[in-house]
């Protein structure tokens, strides 16, 4: 029912930083939790941070605490993603998500709306 588009990613140093931006179309915005995961080359994607729509503040994996902040943006349908700090290690593709659940679900598996991707490179 909603459409999802990334982007903003791009080549960084380590220490550098980059805002994501995702932009939704087709659906009402401010019913649907919102994620963003990421996938590295041969590895599993992961969740990285959340924004529910019953309320509450953004909700971070451990390893972005304190270096990504989430926000949304329901007048203009938009979430962002405010990435700090960066390391080599947050290199991979970064995934915008939608559900309608509101149970703070980290589980891809919960998201039935995804976007494309945008790719993030962080150099040493």
């Known amino acids: 029912q909603v459409q999802l588009a990334e982007s903003g990613g791009g080549l960084v140093q380590a220490g550098g930083s980059l805002s994501l931006s995702c932009a939704a179309s087709g659906g009402a915005f401010r019913w649907y939790t919102l994620g963003w995961f990421r996938q590295a080359p041969g590895k599993e994607r992961e969740y990285v941070a959340s924004?529910?729509?019953?309320?509450?503040?953004?909700a971070y994996t451990d390893s972005v605490k304190g270096r990504f902040t989430a926000s949304r943006d329901n007048v203009k349908s938009m979430m962002y993603l405010q990435m700090n700090s960066l390391r080599p290690e947050d290199t991979a593709v970064y995934y915008c998500a939608a559900t309608m659940q509101d149970t703070g679900s980290t589980w891809e598996a919960d998201y039935p709306y995804w976007g494309q991707g945008t790719q993030v490179t962080v150099s040493s």
């Open positions: 924004i529910r729509w019953g309320g509450g503040g953004a």
